[in-house]
């Protein structure tokens, strides 16, 4: 058996605040078992529970070079992997302003309470708008995502329609953690010491 069908794929489409819903994927093969989490302690205990060997997260988790934390304000808006989504044509919000100011520090956060409790995990950042736009999906378009996700032999346990944007967007991220597996997908940004985070985008279309 190939290893990525041996891998179960944990999506998090992560909220700026525990008090939203952030929509939760388990992608066991092409089976997608999507739920709606609040604390940080509650998407710990279900990624405890589930063990996935890959978490792929929708949220920013690494700072642009230069900048120390995302509390202080200076010119370093940018990392290396928002520049490449900017070449390539795929709208995003900068990690420094407004509302993602406040996701970015939980995404950072979550990433270090998951690297201490799941060690043998590993933790990646992916987008799902940058998903939909390579794959051919609207976003925000229930009935074109939810095509895209057939398309991909994805199988829902419950009907896709009772499914909340939130949840449809954690099937997204885990579907890019699927297809990195597949190496269907591939990491944008420089990782390492002299990097500054990367984000793993599909790499079987381009972007029109």
Same mark, same amino acid.
């Given at each position: ?11 998090? +489409? ?13 992608? $066991? ?10 604390? $940080? ?16 997260? $929708? ?30 044509? %795929? ?5 420094? %302003? ?14 270090? /309470? ?5 060690? /043998? ?24 995502? %939810? ?6 032999? %994805? ?10 944007? +939130? ?10 953690? /699927?297809?990195?597996l597949e190496k269907k997908a591939h990491m944008i940004g420089v990782e390492g010491k002299n990097g500054d985070g990367q984000i793993a985008i599909p790499s079987f279309k381009k972007v029109r």
């Open positions: 058996m190939d290893f990525f069908l041996m891998v179960r794929v944990a999506g998090i +489409d992560l909220a700026g605040s525990p008090k939203r819903d952030t929509g939760y994927c388990l992608m $066991d093969g092409n089976r997608a078992n999507a739920l709606i989490l609040h604390e $940080d302690k509650e998407i710990i205990d279900r990624l405890v529970v589930d063990m996935p060997g890959l978490i792929a997260i $929708d949220a920013p988790l690494s700072l642009p070079k230069g900048r120390k934390s995302i509390e202080e304000r200076d010119k370093n808006h940018f990392r290396s992997c928002d520049l490449e989504l900017r070449r390539l044509g %795929i709208r995003f919000f900068p990690i420094t %302003i407004g509302p993602m100011r406040m996701l970015t520090k939980r995404g950072i956060g979550l990433k270090d /309470k998951i690297n201490k409790v799941l060690p /043998k995990s590993r933790v990646i950042e992916v987008f799902p708008g940058a998903t939909y736009d390579i794959l051919g999906a609207k976003r925000k378009n229930r009935r074109s995502i %939810i095509s895209l996700f057939k398309k991909n032999n %994805i199988r829902f346990p419950k009907h896709p329609d009772s499914l909340s944007q +939130d949840e449809l967007d954690g099937i997204a991220c885990a579907l890019t953690g /699927k297809l990195y």
